[in-house]
């Protein structure tokens, strides 16, 4: 019977359209499944996902619009047509609905209840009417339509009462009608009725199917960030409770006045930790998954602002504990480093009084005072180190401060025994050199005018820079000390190059450090090259402090190369010290080796007391110290390179106290933030 009826109802259809015309292919009110509904599968993949791209972001903001796109809206009116669509898809209050009939050109919206204004729904369908311009409407333009309406609503929404609203406008065009034979339209309209609904039929049944997988994944996804906010906010509380314990302790280790920034960022954490159990509570209250979702992504963000700081707080003094627990040693590696470095002051005196004699006393004029100033800085190291040891155990914070100044004088020592380890293979290609740091400081005085940099900070630097260039070309000319104008035109590249980095891009800075690195490294390896020769040709004059410096040499130039491509300055750091260490080998003295020829009321082994000489060995030695003069092979300054880029920092040993997992704010999940804690991580 139920058939009879149905085809009785199609007879009376077709006899209406018989007498009105046959309308075009038209849809009912569809159900909604998801971001975008696109039955007829108009819309491209791309398409498609420009619209949920920008769907997406308006929910981050709290504006919810799905999209629908049709070929015609069945005959029905806009504003009915898209308030059946709403209440069929089930969808929450403020939830709007955008639709698009792309052969009738048709568009509208609605809405019910919410927030958004009718003003604002009003622009924001002007806004995506002015991209539906193509005739026919394209694909393209229908999504670019939407993601107007879309972004439009996203920045201009505005409070409004609740309730049932919504606008539609239309620019229709007419279809044409044909007419043929009353049995033949009538069998096309019954066939084509029959398609229709069993179409229907098949789309809604998928459109339920899609809807309820879009409300359980919502529901998994809400109740995803509901679990990771009560583990944060678990893992937080514990953090709170053991960084109240660590307060006290550094309070009694460093003093209070030391421990205020912690103890103000310990009330903010906790602070933040009481208000999250208080938002924990509405959110397991709440049914509703959105809801749910919204208030862990709440709870997430507010630790996140104050668990991360908290954090920072604790790996500090954790390292602050581990610098005072390594305080002994550090104090006693300091003062091997002091012995070392005496040991290359007298080293330092012989090699200026070597080259003395090889070049004019005009050239090495900046040198003459450098063994007394590192004298007298070696000096104060040690008077700081035996300050540090006698206070390491009664005032550990005073230790720490004179071990401190113990490094700084170091370091200074460093490198003024440095400048005269490398002063021979600076004045043998100091023309090349001063040529090179000239061209390189004039580049950088061009940068400042080009990126248009701030006069006040950088017109002291450019009288500088231009004041190095004057030295320098008195230099070349013979009219100076070139090695001092060598160490300024350095100094003074490196002060204008540090201040214009910021202003620079990144990829100009980036193969700036590389072209120094490369400049770095190539003069590294010739003066890695030069000492090997040196250490091969007088191999039995060698003693193992030699053979030990070349190979530290050597392992810092291998170190230089293999930094070269991913971090360029520490490649300029390594090739740096590989230079100075070659040039100490080539600044050390050749000693005659202390034999003892056999005594006949020794022993009856017939072999000397030291290193057991042969007659051939003596004609050797005397064969080598009488033609021991120093060789140097010149070497070409490539391009200009930063001066003491080899200085190492001095006891900076700690311990680095974090975890693997640190609170982040909205993603709602743990990343590489630095939370931490003496529990755990998670």
């Known amino acids: 019977m139920s058939r009879i009826r149905r085809f009785s109802l199609v007879a009376v259809l077709a006899t209406l359209l018989l007498t009105l015309g046959a309308p075009a292919f038209a849809t009912a009110p569809v159900t909604t499944s998801g971001i ?7 819309l491209s993949d791309s398409e498609r996902a420009l619209i949920e791209t920008a769907a997406r972001s308006a929910r981050a903001k709290g504006i919810s619009v799905d999209v629908v796109i049709v070929d015609n809206l069945s005959g029905i009116d806009g504003v009915e047509w898209c308030h059946k669509t709403l209440n069929a898809s089930g969808t929450s209050d403020g939830n709007i609905i955008y639709y698009i009939a792309y052969d009738e050109r048709v568009d509208g919206e609605c809405v019910n209840g919410g927030s958004i204004s009718q003003s604002a729904r009003n622009t924001a369908r002007t806004a995506a009417e ?20 879309i972004n439009t609503l996203a920045n201009r929404s505005t409070t409004s009462s609740s309730g049932t609203s919504s606008s539609g406008s239309s620019a229709r065009s007419t279809s044409s009608e044909g007419r043929g034979g009353a049995i033949i339209v009538l069998i096309l309209i019954v066939g084509g009725f029959i398609g229709i609904g069993l179409a229907v ?24 960030k509901v679990s990771q906010a009560n583990r944060q906010l678990l893992a937080a509380d514990e953090q709170v409770r053991s960084a109240t314990d660590e307060l006290d302790f550094a309070r009694a280790q460093f003093g209070i006045a030391a421990t205020d920034q912690f103890a103000r960022t310990l009330e903010a954490a906790r602070d933040s930790v009481a208000r999250c159990f208080d938002t924990q509570k509405q959110m ?104 540090a040891q006698r206070v390491a155990e009664t005032d550990r914070a005073r230790a720490e401060s004179a071990l401190d100044t113990a490094h700084r004088a170091l370091m200074m020592a460093t490198h003024q025994t440095d400048a005269i380890f490398s002063a021979k293979s600076d004045l043998d290609a100091i023309h090349d050199r001063l040529g090179a740091a000239i061209g390189s400081i004039s580049s950088d005085i061009n940068d400042v005018s080009s990126l248009k940099a701030d006069p006040a900070i950088f017109d002291p630097l450019v009288a500088d820079a231009r004041a190095a260039i004057s030295e320098g070309q008195a230099a070349l000319l013979n009219n100076g000390d070139p090695l001092a104008a060598l160490e300024h035109l350095r100094s003074a590249e490196s002060n204008i190059d540090a201040a214009l980095a910021p202003l620079r891009s990144k990829r100009d800075n980036d193969e700036r450090a590389l072209s120094a690195a490369r400049s770095q490294v190539s003069l590294a390896e010739s003066a890695v090259m030069r000492a090997q020769r040196y250490v091969q040709g007088r191999r039995g004059a060698m003693n193992m402090n030699v053979r030990s410096t070349l190979h530290d040499a050597e ?49 009856d082994d017939y072999r000397s007391s030291s290193s057991g000489s042969s007659l051939g060995e003596q004609i050797l030695w005397s064969i080598l110290f009488s033609n021991s003069g120093s060789s140097h092979s010149s070497s070409s300054w490539g391009s200009s390179s930063s001066w003491g880029s080899s200085r190492s920092s001095w006891g900076s040993s700690s311990s680095s106290h974090s975890s693997g997992g640190g609170f982040s704010g909205s993603s709602g999940s743990f990343g590489g933030g630095g939370f931490s804690g003496s529990k755990g991580h998670f």
């Open 284 to 387: 397991n209250d709440s049914t509703n998954p959105i809801s749910r979702a919204n208030l862990a992504t709440s709870i997430m963000r507010d630790l996140g602002t104050s668990m991360n700081p908290l954090s920072a707080v604790q790996a500090s003094f954790a390292k602050k504990r581990s610098e005072q627990a390594t305080l002994p040693n550090r104090i006693t590696e300091t003062h091997e480093r002091l012995i070392e470095q005496r040991a290359d002051l007298e080293r330092a005196k012989a090699e200026l009084v070597s080259i003395a004699g090889i070049y004019p006393a005009q050239m090495l004029a900046s040198l003459q005072d450098n063994p007394e100033q590192a004298a007298a800085l070696l000096t104060t190291a040690g008077t700081a180190l035996e300050e």
């Open 130 to 149: 002015s991209k539906l311009a193509s005739k026919p409407l394209t694909s393209s333009d229908a999504a670019a339509g939407a993601v107007a309406f």
């Open 555 to 603: 392992h810092s130039l291998e170190a230089a190369r293999e930094a070269l491509g991913s971090d360029p300055n520490e490649a300029t750091s390594q090739a740096s010290r590989a230079r100075t260490l070659a040039d100490r080998v080539m600044a050390t003295p050749l000693a005659r080796p202390d034999t003892s020829w056999y005594d006949e009321d020794d022993d």
């Open 201 to 224: 039929s098949s789309s809604s049944r998928r459109n339920e199917r899609a809807a309820e997988q879009v409300t359980r994944t919502r529901t998994e996804d809400a109740e995803k």
């Open 36 to 42: 975008v509904t696109d039955p007829g599968g108009w």
